[in-house]
Nanobody, 118 residues
């Protein structure tokens, strides 16, 4: 009954920016912790950034200072602003959320491709 839909991925040159969005829909009581993960070809999925219900954020060391996670609770949406992109940021980016319906369950989006290349 709950869906997470990512958007905003694409092809960008090194040094460029992208903004990913993750919209939650369905029978939602509340959004708890939300996060962005990524998975590059041949690698394990890794956490990129997370934000809890109080707005406290955490980031992977590889993206600190370049990426910013934020949320709009009124819109049930989480964002990932990505600046100064590097080729090594190329991956499929997934949204993850702990969502109460009211039972708290973790959900995943379908993923959006981000490619950083000249």
């Amino acid at each position: 009954q709950v869906q997470l839909v990512e958007s905003g991925g694409g092809l960008v040159q090194p040094g460029g920016s992208l903004r990913l969005s993750c919209a939650a829909s369905g029978s939602i009581f509340s959004l708890n912790a939300m996060g962005w993960y990524r998975q590059a070809p041949g690698k394990q999925r890794e956490m990129v950034a997370a934000i809890n219900s109080g707005g406290i954020t955490s980031y992977a060391d590889s993206v600190k200072g370049r990426f910013t996670i934020s949320r709009d609770n009124a819109k049930n949406t989480v964002y990932l602003q990505m600046n100064s992109l590097k080729p090594e940021d190329t991956a499929v980016y997934y949204c993850n959320g702990f969502i109460a319906t009211p039972r708290v369950t973790t959900y995943w989006g379908q993923g959006t491709q981000v490619t950083v290349s000249s």
